[in-house]
Nanobody
Framework: QVQLLESGGGLVQAGGSLRLSCAASGSRISAHVMGWYRQAPGKQRELVASITSGGRTNYADAVKGRYTSSRDNAKNTVFLHMNSLKREDTAVYYC?????????WGQGTQVTVPS
């Protein structure tokens, strides 16, 4: 059993930066693929970043070059560094953990970039 708790969201001006954290409890996440999804009102939830158990990352085209995901397995925590934020980045961001056969979700944290 893995429980995920996101933190670090907030309101940031365009061009600014945020670091989201995802703290896992209940189980080690060292063997899990971790992901970050986001969902804006009226839009489908989309995967923006993932990081494998070995630290290899992938990013959606919309955030490539601006977002960086990292993990600290000793702290059972995953991070999402977001730079050069745009209004289009406004969404609820969700942390996920995957290791067959279970897919876990956090509660989400709001990121708002005003126009």
């Amino acid at each position: 059993q893995v429980q995920l708790l996101e933190s670090g969201g907030g309101l940031v001006q365009a061009g600014g930066s945020l670091r989201l954290s995802c703290a896992a409890s209940g189980s080690r996440i060292s063997a899990h693929v971790m992901g970050w999804y986001r969902q804006a009102p009226g839009k489908q939830r989309e995967l923006v970043a993932s990081i494998t158990s070995g630290g290899r990352t992938n990013y959606a085209d919309a955030v490539k070059g601006r977002y960086t995901s990292s993990r600290d397995n000793a702290k059972n925590t995953v991070f999402l560094h977001m730079n050069s934020l745009k209004r289009e980045d406004t969404a609820v961001y969700y942390c996920t953990a995957y290791n067959l056969p279970i897919f876990y979700w956090g509660q989400g944290t709001q990121v708002t970039v005003p126009s």
